[in-house]
């Protein structure tokens, strides 16, 4: 069973991180023995090894669209036809240039995002894609982007790496720097009367449950609407995709690439770990959950979803939302995957020494050579 392999896993991350014996939150065994028996679930798709990878990803896959609610997304939108409405391009220094665009994903659903492009005298030229949403940050895509709000948000941003997008365009790609629905001040779901603790995301999850939906299904679409209208962008070259975000932004990288194979490069930043610890804690926001999730697997399921294609796990050592020997356990499972499928070296797991950021001189390296990589 998946939770006796975890404990098993983690006795040797314990010892290796200084953290024996420290739990990462103290429950009555009554309660920890509860958690036990029913987070378990029934772990349909769980990797076994042994397996076709293929065969297993095929069945896996298609099992966590529904478990999601994506497939009902899909069936209820079959008809709708996204439109997208290009702002105007603003010329941003001698690199490149930016313009403010929405995307409607659904009837009366306008996501906002950032499309920024490297300036060449060369029409013909085709750059690699960078689709990177934020997680729980009002202003997440200005900060990608590098359209900062004022002179505080501009140094608070670039303190901690947090100009993504903006990095990635200097590097050469065309990117992406989409609202995330329910984190984005522009794409809120409100909390009249506080009835869900005065936060947007638990009112979206909440609605979401409602409707038979998540909003990571909801989250998912949008970043499939705007792959599918980039990818006949003239100078995106649609084999060469790489997203990344952090934290929230993270979780919807991890499940993106988990489905769709379009993408060539995940790189989930300060984010992929087990559903909860070892303890029964669960370690996501609420709108991050998917009912019944541990009856299809867990994390390392979704993270073994990407093989063949890269997959690096991005974490701070003093991060205090994520625990490093859960994190180190579940990437420990995922490798198996990668194993299985021959592409052992197309997974890593990094390490940066700060907190809840970004960690740009462990990512590029790995994104660079996996774009190059056959």
């Known amino acids: 069973m998946r939770v006796f392999l975890c404990v098993g896993v983690l006795a040797g991350g314990l010892a290796a991180s200084g953290e ?3 739990p990462f939150v103290d429950y009555s065994k009554k309660t920890r023995d509860y958690l036990k028996r029913v987070q378990q679930g029934e772990q349909r798709h769980a990797f076994k090894g042994g397996e076709d990878v293929t065969s297993w990803q095929d069945e896996a896959r298609a099992a966590l669209v529904r478990v999601t609610g994506l497939e009902r ?9 996204p439109k997208v409405t290009e702002g105007q391009a603003v010329e941003i220094g001698e690199s490149h240039y930016r313009s403010l665009c929405t995307i409607e994903t659904e009837p009366g659903i306008s996501i906002p995002f950032y499309l920024l492009v490297p300036r060449t005298a060369d029409r013909n030229v ?5 689709l990177c949403p934020h997680g729980h940050d009002l202003n997440g895509l200005h900060s990608y982007a590098g359209a900062y709000r004022n002179k505080a948000h501009r140094e608070q941003i670039l303190g901690r790496g947090g100009d993504i997008a903006e990095q990635a365009v200097r590097r050469g790609f065309v990117a992406l720097a989409p609202a ?3 984190l984005a001040d522009e794409v809120l779901v409100p909390d009249p009367k506080g009835r869900h603790g005065n936060r947007p995301c638990r009112a979206q999850f909440m609605h979401c449950l409602v409707a038979g939906r998540t909003p990571i299904a909801e989250r998912v679409w949008d970043m499939q609407c705007l792959l599918d209208w980039v990818a006949a962008h003239p100078s995106v070259d649609k084999e060469r995709i790489v997203m990344s975000g952090n934290s929230g ?3 919807l990288t991890a499940y993106t ?3 769709d194979q379009r993408i060539r490069v995940a790189v989930p930043s300060c984010s992929f770990t087990s559903m909860t610890s070892s303890e029964g804690f669960i370690f996501h926001c609420d709108c991050c959950m998917v009912p019944g999730l541990r009856n299809w697997g867990d994390w390392p399921e979704i993270g ?5 294609r890269h997959l690096l796990l991005v974490h701070g050592v003093q991060d205090g939302l994520h625990r490093k020997s859960d994190v180190e356990a579940t990437a420990a499972l995922v490798k198996k995957v990668f194993s299985a499928a021959g592409v052992a070296d197309h997974f890593a797991l990094r390490w940066g020494q700060g907190g809840h950021r970004f960690y740009p001189k462990l990512m590029w390296p790995f994104v ?7």
């Open 368 to 374: 660079e050579a996996g774009l190059t990589s056959r």
């Open 257 to 259: 690439a988990a489905i």
């Open 73 to 81: 997304m899909r069936q209820e939108l079959s008809s709708f036809r």
């Open 304 to 308: 073994g979803l990407v093989a063949p």
């Open 126 to 130: 085709r750059f690699p894609l960078f």
């Open 180 to 182: 995330t629905r329910g």
């Open 249 to 251: 932004g993270g979780v």
């Open 20 to 22: 024996e014996g420290k």
